[in-house]
C-alpha cells in the first residue's frame, strides 16, 4: 500500500473511532437520565480502506418495553383507585370518629331513654340532639364525597389535556423520525424522546403501542381507537353529564369512559364509580330511614296532643323532591313534639308508639308492638322502592337492619376492595420494578462496561494518529532526499 494509501486508511480509521469515543462520552454523560436508551457503536473493517463505523445501534428491547408500558398503566391506576378508596375509608371510619355508626345506635338508644319516663324533657331533648347529630354526619359524609368528586372530575378533566399534549408531540415526533431516518445519532435521540412519551402518556391512560418498520408508532386506546395515527393525532374531549359525571369522548363523538380502565386517567374514572355508588347507598339508607321513621312517629301523639307530623323532612333550602343524605333535616325542634304516645288520653305516660319507633332498629317489617301490622303498606313499600337509586337496598334493610346495612353496605365492602386494590398494586409494582430493573440492565449505562470501551476506543485512537504521525515523517524524509 503506498504512503498515501496508509494516511487515508489511518485518517478513515482517526474519524471512526473519534465518532465512537463521541458515541460512548454520550453514554456516560447519560448515565443518570431517566429513559436513555446506551449506543453501541459498530465497525466494520473494509478491504484496503481501513476500520469504518457502519452503525450505531440503540439498545432496545421492544418486548420488555411493551410489558412495561402494560404494567405502567396498570399500577397508575392502581395508584389513583386506591388513594381514591382510601379516602372514602376515612370518611366512614368510625374509630376516628368520622363515620355514624355510634350516631346511629346513639339516636335508638335515646328513645329507650324517654321510654323509661315518656314526659322527661331532658331525654327528650337529648334525643333530638342525638338526632341532629345524626342527620349532620349523614350530611357531612354526603357532602365530602361529593366534593371529592368534583375534585376528582377536575384531575380528569386536566388527565384529557396532557394526553392530548402528549399524543399531539408524538404525532410532529413521528414526522420527525420519518424525515431523519439518515441521521443514526440524532435519530436515536428522536426514539428515546419518543419512548419517554410513550411511558408518559401510559401514566394516564391505558394504549396499544404499534412499532412500525421505520421506527414511529401509532397509539390506540385498548379498545382500537386511533390517538396517533402516523403524523396525524386525535383528541380526546371532555364534558360532564347531567349528574356532573365526566365523559370522555374520542373526537369529540365516540364515548368512551368506560373503556378506560387503567392510568391515572382509568383510575380516577373507577374512584368516581366507587364514589357515586357510595353516594347512591347513603341516599337509599336515608331515604329508607326517614320513611319508615316518619310513617311510625305520624301515627303517635305528642306530649302537647300534637300528631300526624314528620320527623324529617327536606331541607327547606334545597329542591328536592325526597328525602335522601344531601338534604334530610329535623322537622320538629319542640321536644314536646316527639310522638311516644299511642293513645292520646295518657300523654305523659304512654310509650307504645315510642316502643314501635325504637323497634325499627331491629326490625323495620312489622309495628313492634303489634306483629301483625307492616310498618308499611304494599303500595307505599312499591313507591319507596322506586324512588331508591338501588330497589334491593330496601330490601336489605327490610331482611337486616339498619346497621347491618351500614356496616355491610357501607363499609365492609368498601373496605374489602381497598384491601384487594392495594395488595394488586403491590404485586404490579414488584412486576414493573423488576420488568424496570431489567431492562436498565439491558439498555441502561454501565459506567465500568463505557470506562473500558473508552479506552479500548482512546488506544486505537491514539493508534491511528501514530501511523499518520509516522507515515507523515517517512513522506518528509523521502520528499527531502529528492532535494
Given at each position: 500500500?503506498?504512503?498515501?494509501?496508509?494516511?487515508?486508511?489511518?485518517?478513515?480509521?482517526?474519524l471512526?473511532?473519534?465518532?465512537?469515543?463521541?458515541?460512548?462520552?454520550?453514554?456516560?454523560?447519560?448515565?443518570?437520565?431517566?429513559?436513555?436508551?446506551?449506543?453501541?457503536?459498530?465497525?466494520?473493517?473494509?478491504?484496503?480502506?481501513?476500520?469504518?463505523?457502519?452503525?450505531?445501534?440503540?439498545?432496545?428491547?421492544?418486548?420488555?418495553?411493551?410489558?412495561?408500558?402494560?404494567?405502567?398503566?396498570?399500577?397508575?391506576?392502581?395508584?389513583?383507585?386506591?388513594?381514591?378508596?382510601?379516602n372514602?375509608?376515612?370518611?366512614?371510619?368510625?374509630?376516628?370518629?368520622?363515620?355514624?355508626s355510634?350516631?346511629?345506635?346513639?339516636?335508638?338508644n335515646?328513645?329507650?331513654?324517654?321510654?323509661?319516663?315518656?314526659?322527661?324533657?331532658?331525654?327528650?331533648?337529648?334525643?333530638?340532639?342525638?338526632?341532629?347529630?345524626?342527620?349532620?354526619?349523614?350530611?357531612?359524609?354526603?357532602?365530602?364525597?361529593?366534593?371529592?368528586?368534583q375534585?376528582?372530575?377536575?384531575?380528569?378533566?386536566?388527565?384529557?389535556?396532557?394526553?392530548?399534549?402528549?399524543?399531539?408531540?408524538?404525532?410532529?415526533?413521528?414526522?420527525t423520525?420519518?424525515?431523519?431516518?439518515?441521521?443514526?445519532?440524532?435519530?436515536?435521540?428522536y426514539?428515546?424522546?419518543?419512548?419517554?412519551l410513550?411511558?408518559?402518556?401510559?401514566?394516564?391512560?391505558?394504549?396499544?403501542v404499534?412499532?412500525?418498520?421505520?421506527?414511529?408508532?401509532?397509539?390506540?386506546?385498548?379498545?382500537?381507537?386511533g390517538?396517533?395515527?402516523?403524523?396525524?393525532?386525535?383528541?380526546?374531549s371532555?364534558?360532564?353529564?347531567?349528574?356532573?359525571n365526566?365523559?370522555?369522548?374520542?373526537n369529540?363523538?365516540?364515548?368512551?369512559?368506560?373503556?378506560?380502565?387503567?392510568?391515572?386517567?382509568?383510575?380516577?374514572?373507577?374512584?368516581?364509580?366507587?364514589i357515586?355508588?357510595?353516594?347512591?347507598?347513603?341516599?337509599?339508607?336515608?331515604?329508607?330511614?326517614?320513611?319508615?321513621?316518619?310513617?311510625?312517629?305520624?301515627?303517635?301523639?305528642?306530649?302537647?296532643?300534637?300528631?300526624?307530623?314528620?320527623?324529617?323532612?327536606?331541607?327547606?333550602?334545597?329542591?328536592?323532591?325526597?328525602?335522601?343524605?344531601?338534604?334530610?333535616?329535623?322537622?320538629?325542634?319542640?321536644?314536646?313534639?316527639?310522638?311516644?304516645?299511642?293513645?292520646?288520653?295518657?300523654?305523659?305516660?304512654?310509650?307504645?308508639?315510642?316502643?314501635?319507633?325504637?323497634?325499627?332498629?331491629?326490625?323495620?317489617?312489622?309495628?313492634?308492638?303489634?306483629?301483625?301490622?307492616?310498618?308499611?303498606?304494599?303500595?307505599?313499600?312499591?313507591?319507596?322502592?322506586?324512588?331508591?337509586?338501588?330497589?334491593?337496598?330496601?330490601?336489605?334493610?327490610?331482611?337486616?337492619?339498619?346497621?347491618?346495612?351500614?356496616?355491610?353496605?357501607?363499609?365492609?365492602?368498601?373496605?374489602?376492595?381497598?384491601?384487594?386494590?392495594?395488595?394488586?398494586?403491590?404485586?404490579?409494582?414488584?412486576?414493573y420494578?423488576?420488568?424496570?430493573?431489567?431492562?436498565?440492565?439491558?439498555?441502561?449505562?454501565?459506567?465500568d462496561?463505557e470506562?473500558?470501551?473508552?479506552?479500548?476506543?482512546?488506544?486505537?485512537?491514539?493508534?491511528?494518529?501514530?501511523?499518520?504521525?509516522?507515515?507523515?515523517?517517512?513522506?518528509?524524509?523521502?520528499?527531502?532526499?529528492?532535494?
Amino acid at each position: 500500500m503506498s504512503l498515501l494509501g496508509i494516511l487515508s486508511t489511518a485518517g478513515q480509521s482517526l474519524l471512526t473511532f473519534q465518532r465512537g469515543i463521541n458515541s460512548t462520552n454520550k453514554n456516560i454523560s447519560n448515565v443518570t437520565t431517566e429513559g436513555y436508551n446506551r449506543e453501541v457503536p459498530v465497525f466494520q473493517d473494509f478491504p484496503r480502506s481501513g476500520v469504518f463505523m457502519n452503525k450505531i445501534i440503540r439498545v432496545f428491547d421492544r418486548s420488555l418495553f411493551n410489558r412495561s408500558i402494560e404494567l405502567n398503566q396498570q399500577l397508575n391506576s392502581d395508584n389513583s383507585f386506591s388513594e381514591i378508596l382510601s379516602n372514602i375509608e376515612t370518611m366512614f371510619n368510625d374509630t376516628l370518629g368520622s363515620g355514624f355508626s355510634s350516631d346511629l345506635n346513639n339516636f335508638f338508644n335515646s328513645i329507650n331513654d324517654m321510654l323509661i319516663k315518656p314526659d322527661d324533657i331532658a331525654a327528650r331533648s337529648q334525643f333530638l340532639a342525638n338526632a341532629q347529630t345524626l342527620v349532620g354526619k349523614i350530611r357531612s359524609i354526603n357532602d365530602s364525597l361529593d366534593n371529592q368528586k368534583q375534585d376528582i372530575t377536575l384531575k380528569v378533566r386536566d388527565q384529557v389535556k396532557q394526553i392530548n399534549q402528549i399524543t399531539d408531540q408524538l404525532a410532529k415526533l413521528n414526522q420527525t423520525i420519518k424525515t431523519k431516518t439518515l441521521d443514526i445519532e440524532a435519530n436515536n435521540e428522536y426514539l428515546n424522546e419518543r419512548d419517554r412519551l410513550i411511558k408518559q402518556l401510559s401514566d394516564l391512560i391505558d394504549t396499544k403501542v404499534v412499532f412500525n418498520e421505520d421506527n414511529t408508532v401509532n397509539v390506540f386506546t385498548a379498545k382500537g381507537y386511533g390517538l396517533v395515527v402516523g403524523i396525524q393525532s386525535t383528541p380526546l374531549s371532555f364534558e360532564t353529564d347531567t349528574n356532573g359525571n365526566p365523559v370522555v369522548k374520542w373526537n369529540g363523538v365516540a364515548d368512551i369512559t368506560t373503556e378506560i380502565q387503567n392510568g391515572q386517567l382509568g383510575g380516577n374514572l373507577k374512584g368516581i364509580k366507587s364514589i357515586n355508588d357510595q353516594l347512591n347507598k347513603l341516599s337509599d339508607f336515608t331515604t329508607v330511614f326517614a320513611t319508615v321513621f316518619n310513617k311510625v312517629h305520624k301515627k303517635g301523639y305528642g306530649l302537647d296532643g300534637s300528631t300526624n307530623l314528620d320527623f324529617f323532612t327536606i331541607d327547606p333550602s334545597k329542591s328536592s323532591t325526597k328525602i335522601d343524605a344531601s338534604n334530610i333535616y329535623l322537622n320538629i325542634t319542640d321536644p314536646k313534639k316527639v310522638a311516644l304516645a299511642q293513645n292520646s288520653t295518657y300523654l305523659n305516660s304512654d310509650n307504645t308508639n315510642g316502643k314501635d319507633l325504637l323497634g325499627l332498629k331491629n326490625n323495620i317489617r312489622v309495628l313492634y308492638t303489634n306483629p301483625s301490622q307492616p310498618v308499611l303498606t304494599p303500595a307505599e313499600e312499591a313507591a319507596l322502592q322506586s324512588s331508591l337509586n338501588d330497589p334491593t337496598n330496601y330490601t336489605y334493610i327490610k331482611d337486616h337492619t339498619f346497621a347491618e346495612f351500614y356496616n355491610s353496605k357501607l363499609v365492609a365492602n368498601l373496605s374489602s376492595t381497598s384491601s384487594y386494590i392495594k395488595q394488586q398494586k403491590q404485586n404490579n409494582k414488584y412486576l414493573y420494578d423488576a420488568i424496570t430493573e431489567k431492562m436498565k440492565n439491558i439498555a441502561g449505562v454501565n459506567m465500568d462496561e463505557e470506562l473500558i470501551n473508552l479506552s479500548k476506543l482512546q488506544r486505537s485512537y491514539q493508534a491511528s494518529a501514530r501511523i499518520i504521525t509516522v507515515t507523515d515523517e517517512l513522506m518528509q524524509t523521502i520528499l527531502n532526499l529528492g532535494k
